[in-house]
């Protein structure tokens, strides 16, 4: 009966912070940014590749070019245009201190269209980051700002939503803002790990437990630890009412019925979100695409606004008594699940050793071989590892050098490092001009020009895997979908680019000796037909020069009709 109390006081105190959450913020002051009931592809805080998503994903029906609203008055602070990211994002800011942000978009509304056309014209330029003074594009709630799409870096049509503390830049979970998304389903819990912490997390590694249902709580059997210093991790994921596994929002654990930790994922900066890596089991997610949340805090995460127990998770045992472990996972809506399980500290294994290239976090290292140096910052890893550097002979016929071997895709690195490699044969100036690194995560690949220092090669990267330096003396070209002086009858041009190492970093395009608006998509180039190309305009010539990583540049052109 006292672990009832017990257990109900918790669980009250857990609602209550959710609660208190919420109230901090604007309750029904932002509308859906959409026409349709708001359903989630994915909340706050999920799990991404080496960043906490920022905002919510709402679905568009899998269609493109609904009309997306202004959530609330304010005016157009920003648009972006890119590549990857956002591709076409909209910027709002609010007289209550917030700025909202949609992203993936396919158009703005036409006079904001006809801006970022004209100035993209002016600039010759098709990426653009533009800031606006608040009576340039002032907007009312419900006002149509865009039409949703499927641009950057989406997998799919939705519709990217932010809401942003407008002086510090921090994402707020929108979920906090009372939006009126029905959800009675709890977490699901599918996996339980411990961790032996005497060295690290990353080595040995995770340690599987069996979960099952039983009644309203998940258990296992008696975890027989064999570390007096463990952590845990759980696999698990919120349903919702809505079929997609959206991330968990709060996590409690606690020993004995003491909380040693927990995390509340209300607001995370942009500088900070890459310590996500350094939250999850970075290698079960990166090789196995699990996603593992720590339950403890690792000692190289300084991220703020996640621990709000203050404590860092990692129990220590001191002898073979049983005890008691619970880890409540809980959603936006009060939607609690919880585990029940107990542990005993079995017996002693092997613990593993510090080799002479041990790094930790809060101390920079330089680790050389004989032909690569790599230079590691104080806050490059999340937690202590037996960092493992080689040489190896080449198999890429364009090498000029061994590959270099850092550590392992699977092994997380926080910010940038420098990586120095030395060819193996005396280059012309020409060729060192057409050297670049290219560097193999395992799923996969990154070349970069770099730059020389002294008889070597520098660059830098923030993941581990492997790299070569090439010579790269092949031309970029792009292919087009039509024979030369064809009549175009589609409502578009594309080009489709394509370079043997690296990417193409420079695209431009002139029609009959003017610069025209392409787009990237992808490795694509698409022009949407306009007014710098009317109908039965006679025959065009269209010149087109790209430029690969290496900096060779090759110049083609096409002739069509319209």
């Not at 257990?7 to 913020?25: E, H, K």
């Not at 641009?151 to 407008?166: C, Q, V, W, Y």
């Not at 819990?189 to 032996?196: I, Q, R």
């Not at 198999?395 to 990586?419: E, G, K, R």
């Amino acid at each position: 009966m006292k672990l009832f109390h017990k257990l109900t006081i918790i669980v009250c105190s857990f609602i209550g912070i959710v609660i208190s959450a919420q109230n901090n913020y604007p309750q029904n002051y932002f509308r859906n940014p959409l026409n349709i009931p708001m359903q989630l592809a994915a909340n706050f805080g999920a799990v991404r590749s080496n960043h906490f998503h920022m905002g919510l994903d709402l679905r568009t029906n899998s269609q493109e070019n609904l009309p997306v609203a202004a959530a609330a008055d304010g005016y157009v602070s920003r648009i972006k245009v890119e590549r990857y990211g956002f591709g076409n994002a909209v910027y709002i800011t609010h007289p209550n201190g917030y700025t909202t942000v949609y992203a993936h978009l396919n158009k703005y509304f036409p006079g904001l269209e006809d801006y970022v056309k004209e100035r993209q014209y002016k600039d010759e330029k098709w990426e653009q980051d533009i800031n606006f003074s608040p009576s340039q594009f002032p907007v009312t709630k419900g006002q149509t700002i865009a039409l949703s799409g499927n641009t950057g870096g989406s997998a799919g049509p939705h519709l990217h939503f932010e809401i942003r503390d407008t002086k510090t830049e921090e994402c707020i979970n929108p979920l906090l803002f009372g939006f009126n998304i029905p959800d009675r389903i709890a977490p699901a819990v599918s996996g339980l790990y411990w961790y032996d912490r005497r060295f690290s997390t990353y080595e040995p590694g995770a340690n599987g437990v069996a979960v099952k249902k039983g009644g309203s709580a998940y258990t296992t059997d008696i975890i027989q630890v064999t570390s007096p210093e463990i952590s845990f991790a759980v696999k698990a994921a919120d349903k919702a009412n809505q079929g997609f596994s959206l991330g968990i929002y709060q996590a409690e654990l606690l020993l004995d019925g003491q909380l040693i930790y927990s995390f509340s994922i209300d607001k995370v900066r942009y500088d900070d979100t890459r310590y996500q890596n350094g939250c999850i089991d970075y290698t079960r997610f990166s090789r196995d695409k699990m996603s593992i949340q720590h339950l403890s805090a690792l000692p190289g995460v300084k991220l703020k606004n996640y621990n709000s127990s203050g404590q860092n998770g990692i129990i220590h045992l001191e002898d073979d008594s049983i005890h008691s472990i619970e880890i409540i996972l809980k959603d936006v809506n009060g939607n609690t699940s919880k585990l029940v399980t107990k542990i005993r500290y079995d017996r002693n294994s092997p613990q593993v050793t510090s080799s002479d290239k041990l790094v930790k976090p809060d101390e920079g290292k330089t680790i050389r071989t004989e032909n690569a140096e790599i230079a590691l910052s104080k806050n490059a890893v999340y937690d202590a590892m037996n960092f493992k550097m080689s040489e190896n002979p080449a198999s890429n016929a364009q090498a000029i050098s061994n590959t270099i071997v850092l550590q392992t895709p699977y092994i997380p690195v926080h910010d940038q490092y420098t990586l120095k490699i030395r060819p193996n044969r005396k280059l012309s100036d020409e060729e060192k001009n057409k050297v670049v690194m290219l560097f193999d995560y395992g799923s996969d690949r990154d070349a970069v020009k770099g730059k020389w220092s002294g008889d070597r090669v520098e660059a830098e990267f923030n993941r581990f895997g492997t790299a070569v330096l090439l010579l790269d003396e092949n031309l970029p070209s792009v292919s087009a979908g039509w024979k030369e002086g064809a009549l175009i009858g589609s409502s578009t041009l594309r080009l489709k680019g394509t370079t043997k190492v690296g990417d193409i970093v420079s695209f431009r395009a002139e029609l009959d000796g003017k610069w025209l608006r392409f787009a990237r998509v992808k490795d694509d180039f698409v022009y949407v037909f306009d007014e710098k190309c009317p109908k039965g305009s006679g025959l065009h010539t269209l010149k087109v020069t790209t430029t690969n990583t290496a900096g060779n540049t090759n110049t083609q052109t096409f002739t069509f009709q319209r």
